[in-house]
């Protein structure tokens, strides 16, 4: 005949589970405070990256025109000509390169150092080129150039010519005046748009 078990003290079994469900309390708070700690530290890792590599601006003015409106918001990688050149094409803001007036403009690159540019009445040419522009709003009725771009420097223009302040009118962008590339309108969000990717 097997011995009875005796009956569990119930004062015992309590306290045996009051304490194993403190610990499990203390594990989920420190899982908790430990996530909370992680979370917080890779959004601030990711703000600091995000604040050296992409910045936001507020486009002003109808230069851009028909692609970028005035009041669009755009994002602009700051990072990409660290790491290479403007090509043409390339939608870039950059700091107006005159001392005198500190705002910052957007336009299109179109001549890179050592191409002749010249603007004839509804055509532009590079390297004796036509290029070919199916962003501008109005072709051009001015005549430019011929010119060559020096090294370190750019011609940019509006797609907007005929209200574009730019190049043909204040001359070559110096290099180490560009903020980074257009990437994207982003707002409002019936004017997004992607600029090159």
């Given at each position: 005949?097997?011995?009875?078990?005796?009956?569990?003290?119930?004062?015992t079994?309590?306290?045996?589970a009051?304490?194993?469900?403190?610990?499990?309390?203390?594990?989920?708070?420190?899982?908790?405070?430990?996530q909370?700690?992680?979370?917080?530290?890779?959004?601030?890792?990711?703000?600091?990256?995000?604040?050296?590599?992409?910045?936001?601006?507020?486009?002003?003015?109808?230069?851009?025109?028909?692609n970028?409106?005035?009041?669009?918001r755009?994002?602009?990688?700051?990072?990409?000509?660290?790491?290479?050149?403007?090509?043409r094409?390339?939608?870039?803001?950059?700091r107006?390169?005159?001392?005198?007036?500190?705002?910052?403009?957007?336009k299109?690159?179109?001549?890179?150092?050592?191409?002749?540019?010249?603007?004839?009445?509804?055509?532009?040419?590079?390297?004796?080129?036509?290029?070919?522009?199916p962003?501008?709003?109005?072709?051009?009725?001015y005549?430019?150039?011929?010119?060559?771009?020096?090294?370190?420097?750019?011609?940019?223009?509006?797609?907007?010519?005929?209200?574009?302040?730019?190049?043909?009118?204040?001359?070559?962008?110096?290099?180490?005046d560009?903020?980074?590339?257009?990437?994207?309108?982003?707002?409002?969000?019936?004017?997004?748009?992607?600029?090159?990717?």
């Amino acid at each position: 005949m097997e011995p009875e078990e005796e009956p569990a003290d119930p004062a015992t079994h309590t306290g045996i589970a009051g304490v194993l469900a403190a610990g499990r309390a203390r594990v989920l708070h420190g899982d908790v405070l430990r996530q909370t700690v992680i979370t917080i530290l890779c959004g601030a890792i990711f703000a600091l990256v995000l604040q050296f590599t992409v910045q936001n601006y507020v486009v002003e003015g109808e230069s851009m025109l028909p692609n970028v409106q005035n009041g669009d918001r755009v994002l602009v990688d700051r990072l990409a000509y660290r790491l290479g050149e403007p090509t043409r094409g390339d939608v870039v803001v950059f700091r107006f390169p005159f001392q005198w007036n500190d705002m910052n403009l957007i336009k299109r690159v179109i001549g890179l150092p050592g191409d002749i540019v010249e603007i004839r009445p509804g055509e532009v040419l590079v390297n004796g080129h036509a290029v070919h522009e199916p962003y501008i709003r109005f072709p051009e009725q001015y005549r430019f150039g011929p010119v060559r771009v020096p090294a370190n420097e750019f011609f940019v223009l509006g797609d907007n010519r005929w209200v574009s302040y730019d190049s043909h009118q204040w001359g070559f962008l110096p290099r180490h005046d560009i903020y980074g590339r257009v990437m994207v309108t982003y707002w409002p969000v019936g004017n997004f748009h992607l600029y090159g990717l």
